[in-house]
């Protein structure tokens, strides 16, 4: 079975600077989607940025970017000059392409406080 | 534009007392339902899903049971809540068997 393991429960950054979140996974498939949802105070879930394994380029979205390593099995999430806003709970997931086991698999979470 | 919708967005309920929760999707056909629940601020367990009207699976064994009378239409009950059931329900919507999910805006239910 696939699972999603965020080795971090708690990340500290400072405003502006860079910190980088980290995700591995395990599978014995080829085709898969991995996702960094984004979950703040209000609790809403929210998708940050999605990696398809058959890509090599990483996913970038404004600040945010990704270090896909397909045969490590590992999926971090980079965020430049971070903001307050950037403060929430953080979560990898996992979701196989087709196929009878096909749920989206979520990591324990990793949450990131930004000081000003 | 795909939209999901859920609520109550707050619901205070007495042990013992039913439970309804709902959850529509617009702006697309068939897709995947499912109902998270969250306890104590981190991490999330699947309690239901569904893949077409009427067909729904349960991940684990519990109180709750889930509903799909529509397409697009998604509901959680319970016939009497436990103070168990406290904690934060999430809808999502995702396009069968590919993708991600888009998650509804939840419900934090406390039962007193």
């Known amino acids: 079975a696939q699972t999603v393991t965020q080795s971090q429960p708690e990340m500290s950054v400072q405003e502006a600077e860079t910190v980088t979140l980290s995700c591995t996974y395990d599978?014995?498939?080829?085709?898969?989607?991995l996702f960094w949802y984004k979950q703040p105070p209000s609790r809403q879930m929210i998708l940050v940025i999605r990696?398809?394994?058959?890509?090599?380029q990483n996913a970038t979205e404004n600040r945010f970017s990704v270090n896909f390593q397909k045969a490590a099995k590992s999926f971090s999430l980079k965020i430049s000059d971070s903001q307050l806003g950037d403060a929430a709970m953080y979560f990898c997931?996992?979701?196989?392409?087709?196929?009878?086991?096909?749920?989206?698999?979520f990591g324990t979470g990793t949450l990131l406080a930004v000081q000003p | 534009s795909q939209t999901i919708h859920q609520w109550p967005a707050t619901l205070v309920q007495p042990v013992g007392s039913p439970l309804s929760l709902e959850c529509t999707v617009e702006g697309t056909s068939n897709p995947n339902l499912y109902w998270y629940r969250q306890a104590a601020g981190r991490g999330l367990q699947l309690l239901f899903y569904?893949?077409?009207?009427?067909?729904i699976s349960s991940e684990v064994p519990q109180n709750l049971s889930a509903s799909r009378p529509q397409d697009r239409q998604f509901i959680l009950s319970s016939k009497k809540l436990l103070l168990s059931d406290s904690g934060f329900y999430l809808c999502a919507w995702s396009v069968r068997w590919r993708g991600g999910y888009t998650f509804g805006s939840g419900t934090r239910l406390t039962v007193v």
């Open positions: 990696q398809e394994a058959y890509k090599q």
């Open positions: 569904s893949v077409g009207i009427g067909q």
């Open positions: 599978t014995s498939e080829s085709d898969y989607y």
């Open positions: 997931a996992y979701r196989s392409d087709g196929g009878a086991t096909n749920k989206l698999i």
